[in-house]
Every structure is written in structure tokens, then in C-alpha cells.
């Protein structure tokens, strides 16, 4: 997976001009004509553009792309609302990668799907109908890993960060599996799976990366050279408490609590921790292991 990573990463430097600029605005304005196209045509124009892999066969190769431009919804609302969040999640994903890698994630997610559904009809003697819902979806994956306290409007009125949404996406994607499982719909199930598996191809080195970094502060914490300062600090007012006093100097015996005037300092040339009374931090002997 890290080589496939980093070829993607590489193929992306190498090409600087590959890919259609503002793709999602061709995406976006794709939907909105085929919708109004579909609304004259009563929805009979879908027989020519949605993705049935018998008549690609057939010759109308064009529905290997046409696929993408199929709204989702013929609910107007619906459709704006879904739209400017594609628009949206698509503009800052090319803003931060530029336009070589997303075009290339996009792509990917649609190459994919576009295949499994293929390999499905050979392999389980049925097609099925292609939409965009999970191509879409795995690009919201990758807006939450790259923006992950970015605050959306979840029902389009309670603000909530894009990780919360991104878990709750993934809870839905295995939802969909188990469903399509039970239903016997091996296709079905395996489209949730595919849109993760571009998502992992493009951020599997940043998901090592962070689990790694993890681990070692992990490891550090829990290391015996590692000072737990919350845990030091709460053991010092039980030991204050027990004993009544915090400091008490190791030659005279006097304590903070019967002499609140007293300075009291902890030697650095001793061995261990020992503290003494501002008249005898200079003169004491020192303290051997």
C-alpha cells in the first residue's frame, strides 16, 4: 500500500499539467444539465446515460463517464444542497493537493467502482446500477482527514466537526454492507469497500505515520525515565497531608508548618531529593548514594 502511495504521490510531481482544472464545477454543472435533461425526458434520458455495462459492450462507451453527471436526487432542493457540498468538499481537496492528485483521487474512486462493478457481473451474473454516492463519500474521507475540526452543518443546523461526520460516514458504510450481505447483494457490498480502499491508497502513509507517532508518545509516557508530573504532583499533597508538612530541612528538622517565614531550597550536588532551611542550604554536608 505505501509504494502504491508514494507512485500516486510521485506521478502527481512528475505531472504538473495532468488533470481538468475545477473539476468539480464540470461535475457540478454536468449534474444540474442532465437533471433539468432528465426533468424534460420524464426520466427516460437516464436509459442513455446511466452506466449498464451490457450495452457499454454494446458500443455506447460513454456511459463509462456519463455515470458521474447523473444527479442523485430529482428533489430540486435536495439536489442544491448536494451539489454545493460536492462543489465544496471537491474545491478545497484540489486547493490543498492541487489539481494533478485530485484528479487523480477522483478518478481512482470512480476507475474502481466502475470496475468492481464489472467484475461483478462476471462474477455473480448480474449489473447493477452505478451511482455516485460512495465516490462522493470517499472524498468527504479525505476532506475529514485533511480538515478534521472543520465545522459543517449537520441537517443544515447543527454545526459538528467533519471527524464526527467522517466515523459516522464509516458506521453507515458497514451498515450498508451487513444489509447488502444479508440480501444476498455481494455487488452491493463490496462498492462501501472500494471507496475506502481509495481512500486508504492515497492516506495510508499518513494513517501509519499517525500510529506510529502514537505509539511512541505511548511508549513514552508510560517509559520509567518518564517524569508523570499529574501523578508526582498528586502524590505530594497526599504525603503533605499524611505528614502535616512539605518541606522540612534535613539538617535541623524544621518544617514550613512551624516556621512559615523559614526559605527552604532542595541542594542539586546531593544524591536524591533534600531539602534544607535557609541556613543551611550553604552549609551542610552533602548527601552521598
Known sequence: MRKLNS?????ALRHPHFGVPNLMRLIVVGNAVVFFLLRMTNGSAYLFL???????????????????FVPQTLDPFSLILSLYFTW???????REWGTPKFNLYYFSGAALTVLTAIAGHYAFGYSMVLGTYYINMSM????????????LMLLYIIPVKAKWLALADAALFAVD???????????????????????????WC???????????????????????????????????AQQGYRHKCSVCGRTDTEFPDLEFRYCSRCAGYHCFCQDHIFNHEHFKE
Not at 507512485?7 to 506521478?11: K, L
Not at 446511466?50 to 458521474?68: D, N, T
Not at 468527504?140 to 485533511?146: D, H
Open 88 to 94: 465544496f468538499i471537491g474545491t478545497m481537496l484540489e
Open 140 to 151: 468527504f474521507l479525505a476532506f475529514a482527514a485533511l480538515y478534521p475540526d472543520a465545522q
Open 206 to 240: 499518513d494513517i501509519v505515520d499517525q500510529v506510529d507517532r502514537r505509539r511512541s508518545l505511548a511508549r513514552h509516557r508510560n517509559s520509567h525515565q518518564t517524569i508523570q508530573f499529574k501523578s508526582a504532583v498528586r502524590r505530594q499533597k497526599k504525603k503533605e
Open 177 to 203: 454492507m451487513v444489509g447488502a450481505l444479508f440480501r444476498m447483494d455481494f455487488l452491493s457490498a463490496l462498492l462501501p469497500v472500494v471507496a475506502l480502499f481509495n481512500f486508504l491508497i492515497f492516506f
Open 50 to 68: 446511466g452506466f449498464e455495462w451490457g450495452q457499454v459492450l454494446r458500443g455506447q462507451v460513454w456511459r463509462l463517464v456519463s455515470f458521474l
Open 7 to 11: 507512485a500516486m504521490e510521485r506521478f
